[in-house]
């Protein structure tokens, strides 16, 4: 039987596949770093891993050391130039993430070192934050599993406790300092008092919305009516609210009863003022805004908070007493919180746990005006 004679096949030599200079490499050991391409990222990758090896000393081990800073290093640079490549794997770590934070701190360090780091450095940060966000955890499936469960509201309401104690905290200092009662402020300082002043106290209401929304948003805190001053109950609204109009350089006005002595419930009345009031000095940038009570016949008093600001669209007055609402684009499945956030929710609850209905009249670029009206007979001063 013949066989076939096969020519043999003449192998082409193997040529040495090209690497990128950023290519992740499976063994990066001390030398990697010298691949890093920017020399200011790659002296700071040094940097850290000196200071590393003399706190840990091989804990990590050398090389893994360096070659996560090898990739951090890289994906840093690339992020610089307009990359969205994935970061590799190695550095969605807790090692990696915990030496991104020394590379970002030992930058920062030699800031001030040389022109060159000065006029680099921003870009430089900018691309840290970016490789940051892309190695972070994404915590989003574990929260709305825990938001959406049988204790997610309790959660919400934890929350918002743990909020609210450091921000009294902080709206308490502001309002010292802006006093003087700590000593003498200029007027730069001043301002940007008021705006912590007003950050802070916009946190805070919204953590008290959420607290008063979880228990049904109509729990009034008196379980009676009680003697009160409407003028006095003004004031506090004004003491609290008076850095914001300062800040926006507002007009506050006040108009007030001459039977000053009601019965009825103050707290829940000045929370509703409250909000009705930062609401409008939100949304007015110059003029003024007016609380008023006005006497409505011997025992009953009408609240007004009006401002000439631009007023509330007419699209959204149906829904401007719902906490969310759907957002008007593509996306109607979405919700967000209303312009209004959750505090004239709030209010109209609180309004109708008096007795009454909260009331909206509103023209575009003319003002809006929110009132109510109250059973409060009058008293004796004491």
Same mark, same amino acid.
């Given at each position: &039987? +013949?066989q076939?004679?096969?020519?043999?096949?003449?192998?082409q030599?193997?040529?040495?596949?090209? /690497?990128?200079?950023?290519?992740?490499?499976?063994?990066?050991?001390?030398?990697?770093?010298?691949?890093?391409? #920017?020399?200011?990222?790659?002296?700071?990758a040094?940097? =850290?891993e000196?200071?590393?090896?003399n706190?840990?000393g091989?804990r990590?081990?050398?090389?893994q050391?360096?070659? +996560?800073?090898?990739?951090?290093?890289?994906a840093?640079?690339? *992020?610089q130039?307009?990359?969205?490549?994935? =970061?590799?794997?190695?550095?969605?770590?807790?090692l990696g993430?915990?030496l991104?934070?020394?590379?970002?701190? /030992?930058?920062? *360090?030699?800031?001030?070192?040389?022109?060159?780091?000065a006029?680099?450095?921003?870009? &430089?940060?900018?691309?840290? $934050?970016?490789?940051?966000?892309?190695?972070? %955890?994404?915590?989003?499936?574990y929260?709305?599993s825990?938001?959406s469960?049988?204790?997610?509201?309790?959660l919400?309401?934890q929350?918002?406790?743990?909020?609210?104690?450091?921000? !009294? #905290? =902080?709206l308490f200092?502001?309002?010292?300092l802006l006093?003087?009662?700590?000593?003498p402020?200029?007027?730069?300082?001043? *301002?940007?008092?008021?705006?912590?002043?007003?950050?802070s106290?916009?946190?805070?209401?919204?953590?008290?919305?959420?607290?008063? +929304?979880?228990?049904?948003?109509?729990h009034?805190?008196?379980?009676n009516?009680? %003697?009160?001053?409407? !003028?006095?109950?003004? &004031?506090?609204?004004?003491?609290?609210?008076?850095?914001?109009?300062?800040?926006?350089?507002?007009?506050?006005?006040?108009?007030?009863?001459s @039977?000053?002595?009601?019965?009825?419930?103050?707290?829940?009345v @000045?929370?509703?003022?409250?909000?009705?009031t !930062?609401?409008a +000095?939100?949304? @007015?940038?110059?003029?003024?805004v /007016?609380?008023?009570?006005?006497? =409505?016949? $011997?025992?009953?008093?009408?609240f007004?908070?009006?401002d000439?600001?631009?007023?509330?669209d007419?699209?959204?007055l149906?829904?401007?007493?719902?906490?969310?609402?759907r957002?008007?684009?593509p996306?109607? #499945?979405?919700?967000?919180?209303?312009?209004?956030?959750?505090?004239?929710a709030?209010?109209?609850?609180?309004?109708?746990?008096?007795?009454?209905?909260?009331?909206?009249?509103?023209?575009? /670029?003319?003002?809006t005006?929110?009132?109510?009206?109250?059973?409060?007979?009058?008293?004796?001063?004491?």
């Amino acid at each position: &039987m +013949l066989q076939r004679r096969v020519a043999p096949r003449r192998l082409q030599p193997v040529q040495p596949r090209a /690497e990128s200079q950023c290519a992740p490499r499976q063994h990066a050991g001390l030398e990697a770093l010298d691949t890093v391409p #920017s020399p200011l990222l790659q002296a700071a990758a040094r940097r =850290v891993e000196a200071r590393w090896h003399n706190e840990y000393g091989d804990r990590f081990g050398a090389e893994q050391v360096a070659g +996560l800073l090898r990739v951090l290093g890289c994906a840093v640079w690339e *992020r610089q130039q307009g990359s969205q490549a994935p =970061v590799d794997a190695r550095a969605h770590s807790v090692l990696g993430r915990r030496l991104l934070e020394l590379l970002r701190a /030992e930058l920062i *360090r030699t800031w001030g070192e040389d022109s060159t780091a000065a006029v680099q450095m921003p870009a &430089m940060l900018a691309g840290i $934050e970016r490789v940051r966000e892309s190695i972070e %955890p994404d915590w989003t499936p574990y929260f709305a599993s825990r938001l959406s469960g049988p204790d997610g509201l309790e959660l919400l309401v934890q929350v918002a406790h743990d909020l609210r104690s450091p921000l !009294t #905290s =902080v709206l308490f200092l502001a309002d010292t300092l802006l006093r003087d009662q700590s000593g003498p402020v200029n007027e730069l300082q001043r *301002r940007q008092l008021r705006l912590i002043y007003g950050a802070s106290l916009g946190l805070s209401a919204l953590a008290d919305d959420v607290i008063t +929304l979880a228990k049904g948003g109509d729990h009034l805190v008196e379980d009676n009516p009680v %003697p009160f001053s409407v !003028t006095a109950m003004f &004031m506090s609204v004004r003491d609290i609210v008076r850095p914001i109009a300062e800040e926006k350089d507002l007009s506050l006005r006040f108009v007030v009863l001459s @039977t000053d002595h009601r019965r009825g419930y103050p707290l829940a009345v @000045t929370r509703v003022l409250l909000n009705l009031t !930062t609401n409008a +000095l939100k949304f @007015t940038e110059e003029g003024f805004v /007016e609380i008023a009570a006005r006497e =409505v016949g $011997e025992r009953e008093v009408e609240f007004a908070v009006s401002d000439n600001g631009k007023g509330i669209d007419a699209g959204v007055l149906d829904t401007v007493y719902q906490p969310f609402r759907r957002v008007a684009g593509p996306d109607r #499945s979405a919700f967000c919180f209303s312009r209004a956030g959750l505090g004239l929710a709030i209010s109209r609850e609180l309004v109708r746990a008096m007795g009454s209905e909260l009331s909206v009249a509103t023209r575009p /670029e003319r003002g809006t005006r929110f009132s109510f009206t109250l059973h409060l007979p009058p008293v004796r001063e004491s």
